[in-house]
């Protein structure tokens, strides 16, 4: 093994799975280096749960060679778990048992003993914002608190890596900030994150790298900051008010792209000076300018009808 195949935390080569003769992940190769956050995007059904859940060993690859830990995977998969914390996309918490036993149970399930869980679930609980509920049942949570307990049960056994399937999905603003807070000291620390997430602020703000996957394949991959530059520019005005069509045959000219989305025009541009002096003139629209963002890059990549 080379030296700089070692440092990779997470190694898919070539990883194809079907269900049912369809394929959900295509021939999928992608590396997670130690330390980084890496996520993966794609529309719904594109295979990021399949995805992380081969990581995990507990969906099997049809073909293809996985590496987490250095463990081979799905071959060695229990071993490595013990190094990961899962928060699957959706939560699968003990219904009748408290807050603090859901923690506790986790905790067993790694070989914690009673002082080491007691030296640790206060913080997760401050972490999760849940002191006030160590005992409630999980029945009586709401769906952000369940998140949050879900998220503060993954990070129990003091994981390298981080393998979190839409981890912010149902929570409020606050509490997404919280865990994305959270996350960075996390990183900061040195461990190695794997996320989807269908939040692309969430993508650009926490993630060194990404990789889009539609229809179970790699579309594009690279630092956020990359793929803006790479695939929309600096900057996009979205035009209001007129006859997008006939705005689009006055601006494309100066415009790198254009695209005409329901009543709205929007340009991809690096320079906006030259899109505003040819609308110098017009009344009645509304211009809106603003950075480009990976939002921009998502509905680029994998903008089509939807499907299903
Ligand atoms: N256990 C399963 N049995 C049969 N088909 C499955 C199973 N799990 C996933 N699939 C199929 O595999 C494809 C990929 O699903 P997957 O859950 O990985 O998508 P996803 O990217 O996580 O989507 P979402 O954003 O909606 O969570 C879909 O077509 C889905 O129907
Ligand atoms: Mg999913």
Known sequence: MSGSMSTATITFSGVRKAYGGKPAVDGLSFRVEAGECFGLLGPNGAGKSTTTRMVLGMAMPDAGMITVLGQPVPARARLARRRIGVVPQFDNLEPGFSVRENLELFGRYFGMSSSELDAVIPSLLEFAHLQGKAHARVTELSGGMKRRLTIARALINDPQLLVMDEPSTGLDPHARHLVWDRLRALLARGKTILLTTHFMEEA???????CVIDQGRSIADGAPETLIEQQIGSHVLEIYGGNPHELRALLMPCAQRTKVSGEALFC????????????RDRTGLRIVQRPANLEDVFLRLTGREMKD
């Open 268 to 279: 991809y541009i690096d320079d906006p000076q030259e899109v505003c002096t040819r609308l």
């Open 204 to 210: 650009e703000r926490l993630c060194d790298r990404l």
